[in-house]
């Protein structure tokens, strides 16, 4: 799942305060966060502004590299609380962000 990076990190920022993040990468020109989500998520998603697109690991690739090349791990795997971000509370997450950072901006 691809969002914006500034509602991506405000989403990893809350879901890491729900226990609820799983690995997030960055990418390389630092525009998009990454979330991985269980398989069949892309099915049910309509979030604006987020894509969802399956994810394999390339062939050569080390286990423990990210799966899109030229991206880095925000939260790598063996830091995640949880193997994949339920879509759930990712939806959830990037609701709470959105709203963050629209007072944010409202501020100043």
């Known amino acids: 799942m691809t969002v914006p990076a500034r509602e991506g990190l405000e ?5 890491r305060l729900w226990d609820g993040v799983g690995p997030v990468l960055h990418d390389g020109g630092g525009t998009t966060l990454g979330f991985l989500v269980p398989p069949g ?3 049910g998603w309509d ?6 697109a399956p994810a394999s690991m390339p062939p050569g690739r080390a286990a423990d590299a990210p799966p899109v090349p030229g991206a880095c791990w925000l939260v ?3 830091r995640a ?5 339920e ?6 997450a990037l609701r709470e962000a959105a709203h963050v950072i629209d007072v944010a ?4």
């Open 87 to 92: 879509p759930a509370l990712l939806r959830a």
């Open 81 to 85: 609380y949880v193997p994949a971000t």
């Open 11 to 15: 989403a990893a920022d809350i879901l």
């Open 47 to 52: 979030v604006p502004g987020s894509a969802c």
């Open 76 to 78: 790598p795997p063996e």
């Open 41 to 43: 998520t892309a099915d």
């Open 105 to 108: 901006d409202r501020q100043g």
